[in-house]
C-alpha cells in the first residue's frame, strides 16, 4: 500500500546532510503519480545539517 496515495502522510520531514552514497532505498518506496509539497514550512539550518518540514498539498 502506498501511504502518500492512501492519504495517510500529512507532513514529510527531511534532515538534509552532505553525504556522498554510492545507492540507497526509496524513501517511500514506489510511488504512483505525482505528490506536491508546499514549500517548506519549518526550515532549521543546523552545522552541517538542513531540516526541513513540508506540508503535502491535496
Known sequence: ??????????????DVVPVVFGSGKRYFGSIDGQHLLEDP???IQGERVLHLRFKIRR
Open 41 to 43: 514550512h519549518v526550515v
Open 1 to 14: 500500500m502506498n501511504v502518500l496515495a492512501a492519504g495517510l502522510v500529512d507532513e514529510v520531514a527531511m
